[in-house]
């Protein structure tokens, strides 16, 4: 269960929406790769996966290449928020 008192992607800080944002146009990725194509510095991403995590957008998996990291990438509520967002857009035209 969440503990995320309600939060939805539009109350998280900037960081947690480019590292979001990083997910959804590369697919899944490492912590260090998500480091190196966001230019947010290691701790920065920490903090705002566990945000993402904390409110169910965002997975976290073994990365069997690399067992010391993890793979993050979207949850199927993730996507939804990208689908929601991209049809809330398109209505008000």
Do not use: H
Request: hydrophobic share 40%; glycine share 6%; no cysteine.
């Amino acid at each position: 269960m969440p503990d995320s008192d309600g939060e939805t992607l539009t109350d998280l800080p900037p960081s947690a929406k480019l590292v979001y944002k990083v997910l959804e146009y590369n697919g899944a990725m490492t912590q260090k790769s998500i480091v190196e194509e966001s230019m947010l510095s290691a701790r920065t991403v920490r903090y705002a996966l566990e945000r993402l995590e904390d409110i169910e957008i965002v997975s976290e998996d073994v990365y069997f290449a690399d067992a010391r990291q993890n793979l993050y990438e979207l949850t199927d509520t993730g996507k939804a928020a990208v689908d929601g967002a991209g049809e809330a857009a398109a209505s008000d035209d």
